[in-house]
Structure formats: structure tokens, C-alpha cells
């Protein structure tokens, strides 16, 4: 049987805006108990960008960024994003990851 990225996506992940507060949105990441959200383009929806864990830690706490005051185009990680279909396979996947140094991506029904 052949494994899917639908296999192990989280399901309902709901996306933030560039200019959300970075707190909200690690707090949405937090009660998701997601390490990372889609970040959207407010005007037509589209995906450019994506805002993890790492991006949290290591730009804005280890580089000093006030939390209270950083917005998350600030420290998420925009364009090019990999995003990919759910019904893609999980080896190909591993395998554009290990290219990309990167284990965390949004998935859709658009997605490449």
C-alpha cells in the first residue's frame, strides 16, 4: 500500500495573514497543536508563505524581535513555498524535503 502526504496532514489548520501579531499566531499554533500555519494573502487567499516553529524561535527570539510588537511577515518564511497535493506520495515528498533542508509545508488541493 502506498502512503499519502493525506496520511499524516493535520487536517484543520486555519491560516494567518501577514500582519496578524506573531503572539496570535503562535497562539493559533499552540491550541492547533500545529508547528506551522499557511501564510495567506489577504486580498485572494493564495498561499505565500508558511510560519513555523523555527521561524518563532530562531528569527524573532533569538534574534531579539519583541514578540508583542512583531507581526508575522516578519519572521515566517515567504516565497517560494512547496506546497503539495494530498494525494501525492510521502516517499517523493521526503525526498523534495531532504533537497529543501525543510519538514514542514502546506498542503491543498491546488498544491504541486
Known amino acids: 500500500m502506498t502512503t499519502t502526504i493525506r496520511d499524516y496532514m ?3 489548520v486555519s491560516p ?26 489577504p486580498g485572494d487567499g493564495r498561499c505565500v508563505g508558511i510560519l513555523t516553529e523555527r ?17 508575522v511577515r516578519d519572521v515566517a518564511t515567504l516565497r517560494p513555498v512547496m506546497c503539495v497535493h494530498p494525494t501525492r506520495t510521502s516517499r ?3 525526498c ?7 519538514s514542514t509545508f502546506p498542503s491543498s488541493r491546488e498544491g504541486g
Request: proline letters at 4%; hydrophobic letters at 40%; charged letters at 30%.
Open 10 to 12: 493535520s487536517r484543520e
Open 55 to 71: 521561524d518563532v524561535v530562531v528569527r524573532a527570539l533569538a534574534e531579539e524581535c519583541d514578540p508583542r510588537a512583531a507581526v
Open 96 to 102: 523534495r524535503c531532504a533537497r529543501r533542508r525543510s
Open 92 to 94: 517523493r515528498l521526503w
Open 16 to 41: 494567518v495573514r501577514g500582519d496578524t501579531s506573531l503572539v496570535g499566531a503562535a497562539q493559533q499554533m499552540r491550541v492547533s497543536g500545529v508547528g506551522g500555519v499557511p501564510v495567506v494573502d
